[in-house]
């Protein structure tokens, strides 16, 4: 919308200063005033094409940063849910969590009822067998993190990088309990990912709040705020979701 605005004031000030110059200026002097003009209305018209095309190159960038760094947050949301699987909470740092897709094994469970003798309700009622149902959950087999998520592929020992952006920049792990709940967030600065990209660009992509694209200033999945595993970006982003 501003640089219609602009494109639409350029207008309007480039017919106001024909018309001035038809108006007031000497015939001698029009033919080098044309030119000026026409000079500054090609450098207007290139620094107005610019600023949409800028734009333009820096949103084709930054979906297909997004995209890397969501599928490398997936990557941590699924070993995290089978870490906590195994675990009954979540891990709190990379070092955990590589090590546990690397040589941790999830169960493979099976659950059945059956019945067995209620001995507190046999005796109150003077020694009638009184049955109860309870749910036992069988271990059949184990499968490996590693084999299963990452299918073979050895990208889960360089999970923790954010992969594009700023050379060496990592992601934020956090994990804890929220109302005795396991929790996790791990997130990264939006401003880490466009690293190299102009500010002020950066800066209105971090207050984007629309459903499309992702909300906020960082990428995260996962929250420490609430009871959620989901990411803060639109479905189109991913390609494995």
């Known amino acids: 919308m501003k640089v219609i605005i ?52 820096f949103n084709k960038l930054k979906v297909e940063r997004y995209k890397v760094v969501i599928d490398r947050l997936v990557d941590i949301r699924d070993s995290q849910l089978a870490y906590k699987e195994v675990n009954g909470e979540y891990a709190g740092d990379f070092n955990k969590l590589i090590n546990f897709v690397e040589n941790g094994k999830v169960p493979i469970t099976q659950r059945r009822d059956t019945l067995i003798l209620d001995e507190e ?4 009622f003077g020694g009638v067998e009184t ?26 020992k360089s999970m923790a990088d954010v992969g594009v952006g700023k050379d060496g920049a990592q992601f934020k792990l956090q994990a804890g309990k929220l109302d005795d709940i396991p929790v996790f967030e ?56």
């Open 186 to 241: 791990a997130s990264v600065d939006k401003a880490i990912v466009l690293d190299g990209q102009e500010k002020y660009l950066i800066d209105k992509e971090k207050q984007v709040f629309s459903i499309a694209g992702v909300k906020g200033p960082t990428v995260k999945i996962g929250s420490m705020e609430e009871v959620n595993t989901s990411g803060n970006w639109g479905k189109d982003l991913s390609t494995k979701e």
């Open 131 to 156: 049955m109860k149902t309870i749910t036992l959950i069988d271990t059949l087999s184990y499968y490996t993190v590693k084999d299963s998520i990452f299918k073979g592929d050895n990208r889960f």
């Open 121 to 124: 309700r046999t005796r109150a």
């Open 6 to 57: 602009a494109i639409v004031v350029i207008i309007l000030l480039t017919i106001g200063i024909v018309w001035l110059i038809d108006k007031f200026v000497p015939k001698k002097l029009k033919p080098i005033i044309n030119i000026l003009l026409w000079i500054l209305i090609i450098f207007l018209g290139y620094m107005t094409f610019m600023s949409v095309y800028e734009e333009i190159k």
